[in-house]
């Protein structure tokens, strides 16, 4: 692995770490995909989290492959070298990703773990999600400030000018329409550095607002004051947050048979409706959409108005103004099966043939202005009985999005945009 010199070898992780409660670990495989001698080398980011998160994929792969070896490489990436630039004025979809992606272009990585929601949508034409595994909590956290714990319990609760934290347009759109009398200021940096400009007694923040699965995955889950959802607070929270997307070469068979053991099917299709969506309106992790998925029972008849999306993928791919790339490019290899039974994130098993039948996916979504005075939103729900499907059901939803008004909304983001990436090269 020489010429990885800005990505340090950890060849075993220092970071204590464990197969979280909500994925059933995998069968050990009897027939590794390369001998014992081989090694399979993971890149990740350097934060914490970024390692914490690829530990908890590295536990998954040693109980699937025992007898494969794996080594870490972190690296830091631009978003990570630039902590002062507020995220929306990068034009970058890549800032997460690009220099991970150009090592395992090179063959010096086998694979790369990312959180799902910095994973563009648009991948390098040589690399795919090869896997997604068991999602975490997707919501968003409120959190005070620690010396005003207690005192306040919610966004509402907030006196008039308070300053919520947030690097995310998303959520300041979403905020701004729902709770006007707070004011909202840009944080840059990993989860502990945020945190401390938060308590900083001097600082200007009251909260923040913070994805739950980092804080679960830190061990932070006491610092949240309160969950936000569509139900609480009204936020809808970004394509893939709380999932973990593994990206591969295309090419590269013996990687994704590894990976075939790990992977979580309905997170899968549940985060492949949202990706579509999102590259259907060509957006990245700077522009205020907003999603919100959940599995439920299906209804004993379908409404008219919910079974959307009749026609096979590749049509969808053939129209103007659909997605572009087809769902091969974007769906990560099957998980594994036994006799029809798949492992869930609830840590049941479930009978494939009958939870096709019977469960369908719930999507909430909507695009929002920067100043939250315009939305265009919709909720539908949809059986899903394959990836496909569920390509073709984030592409509906896009469609209903933009019939509400959703691509003028984001034109005019892109016109801001553009205004400000003139200022800050004026």
């Not at 998303?170 to 009398?181: C, D, E, G, I, V």
């Not at 997307?245 to 299709?269: F, N, P």
Request: glycine share 8%.
């Amino acid at each position: 692995m020489a010429g990885l010199q800005d990505a340090p070898l950890v060849t075993d992780s220092t970071i204590e770490t464990s197969v979280p409660a909500s994925h059933t670990v995998p069968h050990p495989s009897s027939s590794p995909p390369q001998d014992a001698t081989t090694t399979f080398h993971i890149g990740t980011r350097s934060s914490l989290l970024a390692r914490v998160q690829t530990d908890i994929v590295l536990s998954l792969l040693r109980a699937a492959w025992p007898k494969c070896k794996f080594e870490t490489h972190s690296m830091k990436t631009a978003g990570d070298n630039n902590q002062t630039t507020a995220l929306y004025k990068f034009n970058d979809k890549a800032l997460w990703t690009q220099e991970l992606e150009v090592l395992l272009q090179e063959r010096k990585l086998d694979l790369i773990v990312h959180s799902l929601k910095d994973m563009p949508t648009q991948l390098p034409i040589d690399l795919e999600l090869g896997c997604v595994t068991a999602r975490g909590d997707p919501r968003d956290a409120f959190v005070m400030k620690a010396s005003l714990v207690g005192k306040y319990k919610s966004l509402a609760e907030l006196p008039e000018g308070s300053v919520v934290g947030t690097s995310s347009l998303r959520r300041t759109a979403q905020l701004k329409r729902s709770h006007p009398h707070l004011r909202f200021a840009d944080v840059r940096g990993n989860m502990g550095t945020r945190l401390s400009k938060l308590d900083n007694l001097e600082s200007e923040y009251s909260a923040l607002i913070l994805a739950v699965a980092g804080l679960d995955r830190l061990g932070m889950s006491s610092r949240v004051t309160a969950y936000l959802s569509k139900a609480d607070g009204g936020m809808l929270y970004a394509v893939g947050q709380g999932a973990l997307g593994i990206e591969v070469r295309k090419d590269d068979a013996k990687v994704k048979e590894l990976l075939s053991k790990i992977g979580c099917e309905r997170t899968t299709r549940a985060v492949l409706a949202e990706r579509s969506l999102m590259r259907t309106l060509e957006g990245g992790c700077s522009v205020p959409i907003g999603v919100e998925t959940e599995w439920v029972k299906r209804k004993g008849v379908l409404d008219p108005e919910v079974g959307v999306g009749a026609k096979p993928a590749e049509d969808y791919h053939n129209l103007s103004g659909a997605a572009t790339s087809k769902t091969a490019s974007d769906s990560p290899t099957p998980s594994s099966q036994t006799n029809g039974v798949e492992a869930h994130a609830d840590n049941t098993t479930v009978d494939l043939n009958e939870g096709e039948l019977t469960d369908e996916l719930v999507m909430r979504a909507l695009v929002v202005s920067l100043d939250g005075s315009e939305i265009a939103e919709v909720e539908t729900r949809r059986r899903l009985t394959s990836r496909e499907e569920a390509d073709e059901f984030g592409w509906e939803v896009a469609r209903q999005l933009v019939a509400k008004g959703a691509d003028k909304i984001l034109e005019g983001i892109g016109l801001n945009r553009k205004i400000i990436g003139e200022q800050n090269e004026a």
